[in-house]
C-alpha cells in the first residue's frame, strides 16, 4: 500500500507472510513460516527510513536436536544523502532487536527466550571532480542476534576501510583495512586485521598492449585473548589476459600464500600455484567452436605439508544452427610426498553436453564420468548418463532482427566518479549498438578488454564494495550487444565475510538498483559443500530481473568444468530454471 503520497513524501507499507522450504517439493506451512510488516518513508531533504517487524516460526527436528522456535525482530534503519564540501556523502544505518529463540549456543535449551542487539553503519562518498570513491562500515552483532533468513554473523564486531581511486588508463585502484572481532562476548575474542590492495584493468600497458588483468594482494593476522592462536598470512594472486600470434588468447594466474602459525612450525604452510591456459577459436566443416587446453600446478610446502598437484584439463564448445556440443575433460595428480596421513591420488573427470533446440522443444543427452585412483587404496569409478526432452510452455525469446531498431540514448554509467555497475548492466541489454556499448564504457573508463572465444573480457571491479575477482563480459553480433555479464569469483581475499554473505551483499545492490525481482528460484542452503551441492544440483539460486531489453539473471550456475561462482547475465531470454547449465562456459 501507498498512502500519503504528495511530492516532497511517499510513504510505503508492506505486509507479507509465507513459508519456507530447503525443498520446494515438500513444503509444508507450519514448518517454518514468516510474518512481516515495514513501512518506509521516502522524504526530499530527510531522506529514507523504514520500521520493519518481523515474526518467524520454525517446528522441532528431532533428527537436528531443535525445539520449537519463535523469533521477533524489530528495526529502524534510515538512509540519507547529502553534500559535504567537494564530497558526495550517503549514510546508511540499522538497529534491530531480536527477541525469541535460536538452534542454541551448547545445545538446544541454551537457544530459548534469547533477545539480542543488531547494529549497521554505512558510510559512502565520493569527490565531486576526483575520480576518488571510499566507504566505511561497521557492524555488531550479539552473541544471540540470530535471525532467521539474515545473512549475518552473530557474535562479530566490525570495521572496514575501503578507498579506490580510478586513473585515466583505466586501472582501478582499490584498498582496504578491515579488523573483525569474533567471539566478542566472551573471554576468548579473536581479532583479525587484513590490509590489502587491489589493481585490476589494463595493466604493463607500456610493454604488452592488450594485457588486462587483476593484482590482489593482502596480509592478515589472527589472534586470540588466550593467546592459543597468532598466525600470519600473507597473499598475492595474479591473473592475466593477452591476445597472441594466430588467434589465440591466453591466460597467466598465479597464486602464493604464505600461511605462518607464531606459536609453532606445525601449522605453517607455503602455497604456490600456476596456471597456464589459452582460448583458439576454429570453423570445422560448418562447427564453429573454441578449445582452451590448460594446466595448473600447485605446490605446498613447510613442515609436513609438503605436497605437489598437476591439473591437465582441456575443454572444447561447438555449435551447429540448432545442434550445441560441449565437452570437458580434467585430471588431478596428487603427490602428498611427506603430508602426514597423506594418500596421493589420481582422479580424472569427462563431462559432456548435446542439445538440440527446435522452436519450443530441447532434445538433450548428458554423461558424466569419474575415476579415483589412491595410493594405497581402492580405484574407484563412478558414470551417469541422462537423456532428456523439454517443452517450453512460454514462448521463446524473440531475435534481436525480430525486435527490430531500439533507440539507446543517454548518459551510460555514474559520471559522479563511482561506476555504477548495476546501472551499467541494466543498460548494455541485447540490442545495444556498439557504438553505444563503447561510449558507456569509455564514460566508466573501463577500457583494455582481450577477446577470448567470441566475447570481450574486461578486469573491473563492478561491485566497489566486493573483493572478489570480477570480470564485466560481453557478446557481440554484427556490430551489436548480444549479451552483458558479470562474472564474480569466490576467491581467497582475507575477508571473513562467507559465500552466503558475499552473494546476498550482491544480490541487495542489484534489488536497490533494479527494484524488486520478477523471478526468484532457491533450493538446498550454503553450506561447506557448497561446490558439491552446485555440481549434485541440490542447491540452486537464481534472481530475475525483466529489463527493458530482456532478462538480468544473477545467481550461481552449474559448470561442466565443476567451478563454482556467481554470474549476472543480460540477455533476451532465459529457458527453465531447472536448465542450471547456463553459465558463459567460455570463459574460465
Same mark, same amino acid.
Given at each position: 500500500?501507498?498512502?500519503?503520497?504528495?511530492?516532497?513524501?511517499?510513504?510505503?507499507?508492506?505486509?507479507?507472510?509465507?513459508?519456507?522450504?530447503?525443498?520446494?517439493?515438500?513444503?509444508?506451512?507450519?514448518?517454518?513460516?514468516?510474518?512481516?510488516?515495514?513501512?518506509?518513508?521516502?522524504? *526530499?531533504?530527510?531522506?529514507?527510513?523504514?520500521?520493519?517487524?518481523?515474526?518467524?516460526?520454525?517446528?522441532?527436528?528431532?533428527?537436528?536436536?531443535?525445539?520449537?522456535?519463535?523469533?521477533?525482530?524489530?528495526?529502524?534503519?534510515?538512509?540519507?544523502?547529502?553534500?559535504?564540501?567537494?564530497?558526495?556523502?550517503?549514510?546508511?544505518?540499522?538497529?534491530?532487536?531480536?527477541?525469541?529463540?535460536?538452534?542454541?549456543?551448547?545445545?538446544?535449551?541454551?537457544?530459548?527466550?534469547?533477545?539480542?542487539?543488531?547494529?549497521?553503519?554505512?558510510?559512502?562518498?565520493?569527490?565531486?571532480?576526483?575520480?576518488?570513491?571510499?566507504?566505511?562500515?561497521?557492524?555488531?552483532?550479539?552473541?544471540?542476534?540470530?535471525?532467521?533468513?539474515?545473512?549475518?554473523?552473530?557474535?562479530?564486531?566490525?570495521?572496514?576501510?575501503?578507498?579506490?581511486?580510478?586513473?585515466?588508463?583505466?586501472?582501478?585502484?582499490?584498498?582496504?583495512?578491515?579488523?573483525?572481532?569474533?567471539?566478542?562476548?566472551?573471554?576468548?575474542?579473536?581479532?583479525?586485521?587484513?590490509?590489502?590492495?587491489?589493481?585490476?584493468?589494463?595493466?604493463?600497458?607500456?610493454?604488452?598492449?592488450?594485457?588486462?588483468?587483476?593484482?590482489?594482494?593482502?596480509?592478515?593476522?589472527?589472534?586470540?585473548?588466550?593467546?592459543?592462536?597468532?598466525?600470519?598470512?600473507?597473499?598475492?594472486?595474479?591473473?592475466?589476459?593477452?591476445?597472441?600470434?594466430?588467434?589465440?588468447?591466453?591466460?597467466?594466474?598465479?597464486?602464493?600464500?604464505?600461511?605462518?602459525?607464531?606459536?609453532?612450525?606445525?601449522?605453517?604452510?607455503?602455497?604456490?600455484?600456476?596456471?597456464?591456459?589459452?582460448?583458439?577459436?576454429?570453423?570445422?566443416?560448418?562447427?564453429?567452436?573454441?578449445?582452451?587446453?590448460?594446466?595448473?600446478?600447485?605446490?605446498?610446502?613447510?613442515?609436513?605439508?609438503?605436497?605437489?598437484?598437476?591439473?591437465?584439463?582441456?575443454?572444447?564448445?561447438?555449435?551447429?544452427?540448432?545442434?550445441?556440443?560441449?565437452?570437458?575433460?580434467?585430471?588431478?595428480?596428487?603427490?602428498?610426498?611427506?603430508?602426514?596421513?597423506?594418500?596421493?591420488?589420481?582422479?580424472?573427470?569427462?563431462?559432456?553436453?548435446?542439445?538440440?533446440?527446435?522452436?519450443?522443444?530441447?532434445?538433450?543427452?548428458?554423461?558424466?564420468?569419474?575415476?579415483?585412483?589412491?595410493?594405497?587404496?581402492?580405484?574407484?569409478?563412478?558414470?551417469?548418463?541422462?537423456?532428456?526432452?523439454?517443452?517450453?510452455?512460454?514462448?521463446?525469446?524473440?531475435?534481436?532482427?525480430?525486435?527490430?531498431?531500439?533507440?539507446?540514448?543517454?548518459?551510460?554509467?555514474?559520471?559522479?566518479?563511482?561506476?555504477?555497475?548495476?546501472?551499467?548492466?541494466?543498460?548494455?541489454?541485447?540490442?545495444?549498438?556498439?557504438?553505444?556499448?563503447?561510449?558507456?564504457?569509455?564514460?566508466?573508463?573501463?577500457?583494455?578488454?582481450?577477446?577470448?572465444?567470441?566475447?570481450?573480457?574486461?578486469?573491473?571491479?563492478?561491485?566497489?564494495?566486493?573483493?572478489? *575477482?570480477?570480470?564485466?563480459?560481453?557478446?557481440?553480433?554484427?556490430?551489436?550487444?548480444? *549479451?552483458?555479464?558479470?562474472?564474480?569469483?569466490?576467491?581467497?581475499?582475507?575477508?571473513?565475510?562467507?559465500?552466503?554473505?558475499?552473494?546476498?551483499?550482491?544480490?541487495?545492490?542489484?534489488?536497490?538498483?533494479?527494484?524488486?525481482?520478477?523471478?526468484?528460484?532457491?533450493?538446498?542452503?550454503?553450506?561447506?559443500?557448497?561446490?558439491?551441492?552446485?555440481?549434485?544440483?541440490?542447491?540452486?539460486?537464481?534472481?530475475?530481473?525483466?529489463?527493458?531489453?530482456?532478462?538480468?539473471?544473477?545467481?550461481?550456475?552449474?559448470?561442466?568444468?565443476?567451478?563454482?561462482?556467481?554470474?549476472?547475465?543480460?540477455?533476451?531470454?532465459?529457458?527453465?530454471?531447472?536448465?542450471?547449465?547456463?553459465?558463459?562456459?567460455?570463459? *574460465?
Amino acid at each position: 500500500m501507498q498512502p500519503f503520497v504528495s511530492s516532497n513524501q511517499q510513504h510505503s507499507i508492506v505486509l507479507t507472510s509465507g513459508a519456507n522450504e530447503s525443498n520446494w517439493r515438500d513444503l509444508t506451512f507450519q514448518d517454518d513460516y514468516f510474518n512481516g510488516t515495514s513501512w518506509l518513508m521516502q522524504d *526530499r531533504k530527510l531522506g529514507s527510513w523504514s520500521l520493519n517487524f518481523t515474526h518467524n516460526y520454525r517446528d522441532n527436528s528431532f533428527k537436528a536436536g531443535t525445539l520449537d522456535r519463535e523469533q521477533f525482530v524489530f528495526s529502524v534503519s534510515g538512509e540519507v544523502p547529502f553534500q559535504l564540501a567537494t564530497h558526495r556523502l550517503n549514510i546508511e544505518a540499522e538497529a534491530a532487536h531480536f527477541s525469541g529463540d535460536h538452534n542454541g549456543r551448547s545445545g538446544a535449551l541454551s537457544g530459548q527466550n534469547r533477545s539480542d542487539n543488531g547494529y549497521l553503519v554505512q558510510m559512502r562518498g565520493n569527490h565531486n571532480s576526483l575520480p576518488w570513491d571510499y566507504r566505511f562500515r561497521f557492524e555488531h552483532y550479539g552473541q544471540d542476534f540470530r535471525p532467521r533468513g539474515a545473512v549475518v554473523s552473530n557474535d562479530r564486531r566490525s570495521f572496514e576501510l575501503h578507498s579506490g581511486w580510478r586513473f585515466q588508463s583505466g586501472i582501478r585502484l582499490r584498498a582496504r583495512a578491515q579488523l573483525f572481532q569474533d567471539a566478542f562476548e566472551t573471554t576468548n575474542r579473536l581479532q583479525t586485521r587484513t590490509y590489502g590492495v587491489n589493481l585490476t584493468g589494463p595493466l604493463l600497458t607500456n610493454w604488452y598492449p592488450g594485457l588486462n588483468g587483476r593484482l590482489d594482494a593482502y596480509i592478515q593476522n589472527r589472534n586470540n585473548s588466550l593467546r592459543t592462536t597468532s598466525a600470519l598470512n600473507q597473499t598475492i594472486s595474479l591473473n592475466l589476459n593477452a591476445p597472441l600470434p594466430h588467434d589465440w588468447t591466453g591466460r597467466l594466474s598465479v597464486f602464493v600464500q604464505n600461511n605462518r602459525n607464531r606459536l609453532g612450525r606445525s601449522g605453517d604452510i607455503l602455497t604456490r600455484q600456476f596456471t597456464l591456459g589459452a582460448d583458439h577459436a576454429f570453423n570445422i566443416g560448418g562447427w564453429r567452436g573454441y578449445i582452451t587446453p590448460g594446466i595448473t600446478v600447485r605446490i605446498n610446502r613447510k613442515g609436513n605439508n609438503d605436497s605437489e598437484d598437476i591439473r591437465p584439463a582441456l575443454a572444447m564448445r561447438m555449435n551447429q544452427n540448432a545442434h550445441s556440443l560441449n565437452m570437458n575433460y580434467g585430471s588431478q595428480l596428487q603427490d602428498r610426498r611427506t603430508s602426514l596421513g597423506g594418500v596421493d591420488v589420481n582422479t580424472h573427470t569427462f563431462n559432456m553436453d548435446y542439445r538440440y533446440r527446435h522452436k519450443q522443444h530441447t532434445v538433450g543427452l548428458e554423461a558424466n564420468i569419474r575415476g579415483r585412483d589412491p595410493q594405497p587404496g581402492e580405484t574407484t569409478e563412478a558414470y551417469r548418463i541422462s537423456a532428456f526432452w523439454t517443452m517450453e510452455f512460454d514462448r521463446p525469446a524473440v531475435s534481436l532482427a525480430a525486435r527490430g531498431a531500439q533507440s539507446f540514448t543517454g548518459a551510460a554509467a555514474s559520471t559522479d566518479g563511482v561506476q555504477s555497475s548495476t546501472l551499467e548492466l541494466a543498460q548494455l541489454g541485447p540490442g545495444a549498438p556498439a557504438s553505444f556499448v563503447t561510449q558507456q564504457l569509455n564514460l566508466a573508463k573501463v577500457n583494455a578488454g582481450t577477446e577470448q572465444t567470441g566475447f570481450t573480457v574486461y578486469e573491473s571491479s563492478v561491485f566497489p564494495e566486493v573483493f572478489r *575477482r570480477q570480470r564485466l563480459v560481453l557478446e557481440y553480433t554484427a556490430d551489436v550487444l548480444r *549479451r552483458s555479464a558479470v562474472i564474480i569469483d569466490f576467491d581467497d581475499v582475507g575477508n571473513r565475510d562467507s559465500n552466503a554473505q558475499v552473494y546476498e551483499r550482491i544480490r541487495q545492490a542489484l534489488i536497490q538498483e533494479l527494484g524488486n525481482p520478477s523471478r526468484t528460484f532457491e533450493e538446498g542452503e550454503f553450506s561447506d559443500q557448497l561446490i558439491s551441492d552446485v555440481n549434485d544440483e541440490s542447491f540452486f539460486r537464481i534472481t530475475e530481473w525483466t529489463s527493458n531489453q530482456g532478462t538480468i539473471r544473477f545467481g550461481i550456475p552449474r559448470r561442466l568444468d565443476g567451478a563454482v561462482r556467481m554470474e549476472i547475465q543480460h540477455v533476451i531470454g532465459f529457458g527453465s530454471p531447472r536448465n542450471t547449465l547456463w553459465s558463459i562456459e567460455e570463459i *574460465r
